[in-house]
């Protein structure tokens, strides 16, 4: 099975949030990155590409042929996808396994794990 | 006959489901096969007689017809492991052929990727045998409705992958007690009155006892179950509620009774000392009687050291209150934090009864009338208030 895990920073404190990141411990912040590294060695992860900010989100929508464009993302800022990696795994178990690892599911925010449809 | 014909496939349902689920890896075409295979087993056996092995008889049938159905529709074939396997005999084999795998069939049910309702629905499905319309008809919910749920969950398994097979070790303590909560749910739906889903989650709960022999927590719950149930008839009279100190004693399930404690001495003897074991143990003391309220608020304060939950602080309460007298029982029940909860007031309005403060009795006990919604309920309480001089 391939699935995409689509991560929801939430209230997660990021590097590019540099006050929020200064509130954690420096091994808070080494464990974090030793997250993310142990995922980026996994040979069945397909890391995704760095997304911007939520915040640089443009949302656009057609109406009546005209198209409507705001600011911000389709969902609550909070809730809008911080980043996404692939994962090639037997079953659903192992994928619940590999997001309990990603530090946003732990830290304040969530994964969302979707199978991707083969032909 | 007939009942005796309903009986077996009842029985043999879970299994054979099961056992073609592992074999074809598909839900659907599984349950087509099955239900196939029970309908011509239906037609023929009352005609030809009941073979001598009815589950390698329904098995083979069901298997073979998925086959026909597979050779037919060639597309579904690139679905199934089937591809892999040699055709399959015509004649029939035995048990052995197939392996019990009721228990991956469990644990796929009660995923906690599915939502709770759908965890009930499928299990009572799937490992119980009932129909859609009875599930329906026991939760109260059009056909239609859990029709559409069932297919939804079948679905959510295939799509994203939900394995079939029981988890690792380090994932297994999470995931029995999922299974162990939808039991306990549907058997709490019966203990409410509809006494087939009772029936339906000892009988589940039995099932999973024989597929776990080892795990305390699986005979805990079974034992609790048939503890509680066996006070079923004393709890109503001409429908009205009978609360325990009241019931009629010789309604009770002897047999019940001590097939529940036996089974509880097992989970003990397996060193079981989890919440299911523990409320077992409370019910087998709530049968004793005297009752030995020291020990049953004891083993309320264990449970609520576990759980962490204020609702088994409230019945540790109760017991305190026997044990020791109402005003320790109140000064408990005055610390919880359970104000929108009817038998907190229900609770309170007791004590304060007993203690002889009737005015505060009373507000309590409207403070209770005003949460409750079931009508057995309503009728006890307001019998209660009106006892109150």
Redesign the interface.
Known sequence: ?K?MLLIHQGTTPTPRDPEAWGRLSEDEQKSVFAAYQKLNENPNVTPGLQMGEPETATTVRVEDGRTLTTDGPFVELKEAVGGYLFFE?????A??ELAAGIPAASMGGAIE?R?L?EW | MVASLDQTFRDQWGYVLAALIGFLGDFDLAEEAAQEAFAIAAERWPREGTPSNPRAWLMTTARNRAVDRIRRDRTLAVKTRLLDTPEAAEDVVDDATFPDERLELVFTCC?P?LDTEAQVALTLRTLGGLTTEEIARAFLVPEATMAQRLVRAKRKIE?????FRV??DH?LPDRLAAVLAVVYLIFNEGYGGRGDLAAEAIRLGRSLAELMPDEPEVHGLLAMMLLLDARREARFSDGELVLLADQDRSLWDAERIAEGRAVLDRALALRGRGPYVLQAAIASLHADEPRDWAEIAALYGELARITGSPVVELSRAVAVAEAEGPEAGLAIVDSLELDDYRYLHATRADLLGRLRRLEEARSAYARALALVHDDAERRLLERKLAELT
């Open positions: 099975m699935y795994a037997d079953d659903l178990d994928a619940i794990i199978p449809v | 995923h990727a799509a994203a992958g939900i394995p988890p690792d994932l």
